[in-house]
């Protein structure tokens, strides 16, 4: 693949997709490390495998199926992705946008992001789940935008806005769910950092001064390009692991996979619940 993403691309994975789903999908769900067994929760599920859809970034961490899955979940035709494709396993960042471009392109026009990220904010704790207000996209800041290179015009301007990514609407009916669930209600910002290390007590310590509640290592280019294509997006961080702002512990995948079992059950309800109301 080239490294600025091109429409002939695009059509070429949606006509491959098409082919293989039975139902037209409304809202498009990506889940995160750790978060993927919502998708066995889909009514009649197509499956269509990652390394199948030309073009399509292939997942090799651990805790990402790499597959689609296509059908109903809480009476809506939802396409989620199980598993993402991250910047720093060696894609372009235009790569890492061309799931949601995509997505638009099949007529989705609300998007569901979730990820697995290490709290910054002290009150967070593991097993807690944010719902994203608002990014800190330091990676776009130093040049790795999904939106370098040619701009599509049929998704969007050369120069959208970025002040609303996160939709208020979605926000607002997420701590509805919240509160009739009796869910413990965090909102915050996330951080997406490049990876794939983690980081360092003083990048920690940065983070937290600059307004960061939670950091990790993907949503933000996904995020970007679904603004940029007109798209709602709604926002999810679970957390993972406490910020090691002392260099008193050791963060592992391990931990952020184990974490996800608590999480899974929380996001799936909070889901659902969204889900219900659109």
Known sequence: M???????QINSAVTVIRKRAK???????????GLGDLADSVIAP????????????????????GRLVIGELAEIPVLIMQGRAHYYEGYSISQIGFPIRVMRKLGIETLIVTNAAGAINPVFKPGDVMVITDHISLMAM??????????????GPRFPDMSRCYSTDLINKAKSVYATNNIDFHSGIYVCLA??????????????????DAVGMSTVPEV????????????????????NLDGSTITTHEEV??????????????????????
Not at 227 to 243: D, P, R, W, Y
Request: charged share 20%.
């Open 2 to 8: 080239t490294e600025f993403i091109t429409l002939n």
């Open 23 to 33: 139902q037209q999908p409304k809202v498009g769900l990506i889940l995160g490390s």
């Open 46 to 65: 197509d499956c269509v495998d990652y390394k199948d859809i030309p073009g399509w970034p292939v997942s090799t961490i651990q805790g990402h199926k």
């Open 142 to 155: 130093g040049g790795e935008n999904p939106l370098r290179g040619p701009n599509l015009d049929e998704f």
């Open 195 to 212: 990876g794939p290390s983690f980081e360092t007590p003083a990048d920690l310590r940065f983070l937290k001064l600059i307004g960061a």
């Open 224 to 243: 970007i390009v679904a603004a940029h294509s007109g798209m709602q997006v709604l926002g999810f961080s679970g957390i993972s692991n406490k910020a």
């Open 257 to 278: 996979l184990q974490a996800g079992k608590e999480i899974a059950p929380k996001l799936e309800k909070i889901i659902r619940g969204v889900l219900a109301t659109l």
